[in-house]
């Protein structure tokens, strides 16, 4: 996990992600370069390093030297929450990002993008310097939302398939969800994965069902709230519409927190 520093954007790396074995090493570990920092996202730093010259050098040797240091195959980069405004200064620093990867032996680069902007993250002028766009299909419903399915089916394929028809299917990963949050009045939202919802139920007396309209899981507690998971099944929907579109490679956004029947729902062993 490696940040761009709020103040001067400079990259560091928050977590030590020591490789478990020299096989892992020589595997295809990825490094998550992004802009979020504590508790959000800031587009503040992507707009400097865009202005300034000499601090998009530093950023961009620093990144190399962080990158062969760990021995990454490849990086994402998430830059969110930028405007239209910002989609010149997107690119000039994708473009030096990416190529100091590359320099540190990242062999492929690719970025994450929102499900519904295909302007501030213009395909022409990201997939010069990236393989593939990450199409994060989810978060339909957030933290700071009113309740509802992170990733109902439909949308997720109506974004989708904006993206293929902006760029192609080719160099696209469709980003899944398996996670959910736990809307309560008065109190934060929580992210949830499939244990938690699991014990929600259980201690609230509830019973999980699916939602028709959405396809996803939800869990309705009266006073101690409502909670939405996407689960195996449901992602095997959503695999099988990317695979409509042409997508063939799939992105799980977070693991730790899945239904473990997600796993036979996508076929792997």
Known sequence: WISLDSAGALPVSLFEDPPRSREERRGARF??????????????????????????????????????????????????ALDPGDTTSLGVVVGSLSAAARRGGAREVAIAVPALDTVAYAPRLLLPH?????????????????????????????????????????????????????????????????????????????????????GSLRLQMGERGEAWLADGPLLAHMAEDARALGVRTLALWRLGLEDPAVWTALGVR
């Open 130 to 214: 990236v393989d593939r766009l990450l199409v994060m299909l989810y978060d339909q419903h957030w933290l700071g939302s009113e309740p509802g399915p992170v990733a109902a089916r439909s949308w997720a394929r109506g974004a989708l398939e904006m993206w293929v028809k902006s760029a192609g299917a080719d160099r696209m990963v469709a980003a899944l969800p398996v996670y959910g949050y736990h809307w309560r009045s008065g109190a934060p939202t929580d992210v949830v994965g499939w244990s938690d919802v699991q014990r929600l139920a259980r201690e609230s007396g509830a019973t999980v069902a699916r939602d028709t309209a959405s």
């Open 31 to 80: 490094a998550l370069i992004t802009s979020y920092r504590v508790d959000k996202f800031h587009p503040e730093a992507v707009r400097a390093l865009a202005r300034d010259v000499t601090a998009r050098q530093r950023a961009a040797d620093a990144i190399e030297t962080l990158v062969r240091a760990g021995g990454y195959a490849g990086v994402v980069l998430d830059l969110e």
